[in-house]
């Protein structure tokens, strides 16, 4: 294969997968998603350690190779280490980003530019393909939806809940305890989608109640990071963000940016029937305002309180 450019740069094997990553059968998409999981690493790997890493056959790699427009397996190594050497020249990628935090007047500058620089990395490594992949099956009116997170991502998964509850009928939010996702996973088909938010470190609660979720039948549309949250290895479609911060902590603002944006495609997707219900969901909303009132039990205090308390 000639090396390909975009404006004079190479076009990476990473873009290439995530560029063809729509046109791949679901086995060779496997191999792509390992591949960028672990890149270039995986990719640096023998045949035989690629499939085992994705879950395929040897053959599925080979044709995953083929499909990306390489005459064979050495021929995408060599490119992998070509971006390598060619890595190993910039030091921006050997300085921690924590040693390059300023203080004083430019510390909220920086944290911007950091934070508005994951957002833009993050959309520009989704493929198209996958992302229109999670439209289609969250405006899929045929499916019940259950959204999921973890210890901090149950916030992206109560926001995404919020609006799509908007947009359309049949979501809800995966309550914690066992019992409701020991009744949610007997009662699971193929109607139902579980949406899952998984970030590093991942939940292994997440991650079970997945695997039985997908075994029952259920369809999974993932939200991880780009070293992907085992739920990958049973998810329709997987849609990753940067999660690197200029603290200790993982930022999920790239999350956030990515749920935002969903629900605007969503939005878009439903047309008409998305706004009639908002336009209903309005409605009862003005006729539960303060303006007319439900009746309510008048408070009572548990204790007296004094005039002298605080």
């Given at each position: 294969?000639?090396?390909?450019?975009?404006?004079?740069t190479?076009?990476?094997?990473?873009?290439?997968?995530?560029?063809?990553?729509?046109?791949?059968?679901?086995?060779?998409?496997?191999?792509?998603?390992?591949?960028l999981?672990?890149?270039?690493?995986?990719?640096?790997?023998?045949?035989?350690?690629?499939?085992?890493?994705?879950?395929?056959?040897?053959?599925?790699?080979?044709?995953?190779?083929?499909?990306?427009?390489?005459?064979?397996?050495?021929?995408?190594?060599?490119?992998?280490?070509?971006?390598?050497?060619?890595?190993?020249?910039?030091?921006?990628?050997?300085?921690?980003?924590?040693?390059?935090?300023?203080?004083?007047?430019?510390?909220?500058?920086?944290?911007?530019?950091?934070?508005?620089?994951?957002?833009?990395?993050?959309?520009e490594?989704?493929?198209?393909?996958?992302?229109?992949?999670?439209?289609?099956?969250?405006?899929?009116?045929?499916?019940?939806?259950?959204?999921?997170?973890?210890?901090?991502?149950?916030?992206?998964?109560?926001?995404?809940?919020?609006?799509?509850?908007?947009?359309?009928?049949?979501?809800?939010?995966?309550?914690?305890?066992?019992?409701?996702?020991?009744?949610?996973?007997?009662?699971?088909?193929?109607?139902?989608?579980?949406?899952?938010?998984?970030?590093?470190?991942?939940?292994?609660?997440?991650v079970?109640?997945?695997?039985?979720?997908?075994?029952?039948?259920a369809?999974?549309?993932?939200?991880?990071?780009?070293?992907?949250?085992?739920v990958?290895?049973?998810?329709?479609?997987?849609?990753?963000?940067?999660?690197?911060?200029?603290?200790?902590?993982?930022?999920?603002?790239?999350?956030?940016?990515?749920?935002?944006?969903?629900?605007?495609?969503?939005?878009?997707?439903?047309?008409?029937?998305?706004?009639?219900?908002?336009?209903?969901?309005?409605?009862?909303?003005?006729?539960?305002?303060?303006?007319?009132?439900?009746?309510?039990?008048?408070?009572?205090?548990?204790?007296?309180?004094?005039?002298?308390?605080?």
């Amino acid at each position: 294969m000639d090396e390909d450019q975009v404006d004079g740069t190479p076009v990476t094997v990473a873009q290439l997968t995530r560029d063809r990553l729509g046109e791949l059968s679901a086995g060779e998409r496997k191999v792509g998603r390992a591949l960028l999981s672990a890149y270039p690493v995986a990719g640096l790997e023998t045949v035989a350690e690629l499939a085992t890493r994705a879950g395929v056959s040897a053959p599925t790699v080979v044709r995953f190779v083929a499909r990306l427009g390489f005459a064979g397996y050495p021929h995408l190594q060599r490119a992998l280490m070509s971006e390598v050497h060619a890595q190993m020249g910039s030091p921006v990628r050997q300085i921690p980003l924590q040693a390059e935090m300023p203080a004083g007047e430019e510390f909220l500058p920086f944290n911007a530019e950091t934070h508005a620089g994951l957002i833009r990395r993050s959309f520009e490594d989704l493929p198209t393909s996958e992302f229109e992949a999670a439209i289609s099956l969250l405006c899929d009116e045929s499916l019940r939806i259950h959204v999921v997170g973890g210890r901090f991502s149950h916030l992206l998964a109560a926001y995404l809940v919020s609006h799509l509850q908007l947009l359309r009928a049949g979501v809800t939010a995966v309550p914690p305890d066992e019992f409701s996702r020991t009744s949610l996973v007997a009662d699971a088909s193929r109607q139902d989608l579980l949406v899952v938010f998984d970030y590093r470190r991942y939940d292994p609660a997440t991650v079970r109640l997945a695997q039985a979720m997908a075994t029952a039948g259920a369809r999974t549309l993932l939200l991880t990071d780009p070293w992907l949250s085992p739920v990958a290895d049973v998810a329709e479609v997987v849609l990753s963000s940067r999660v690197e911060s200029p603290s200790p902590f993982d930022s999920l603002v790239p999350g956030l940016a990515l749920v935002e944006t969903l629900v605007t495609a969503a939005m878009e997707a439903r047309g008409q029937a998305g706004r009639s219900r908002v336009e209903l969901m309005e409605s009862v909303r003005d006729g539960l305002s303060p303006e007319n009132p439900a009746p309510l039990e008048p408070f009572q205090p548990e204790t007296e309180i004094s005039p002298t308390d605080h």
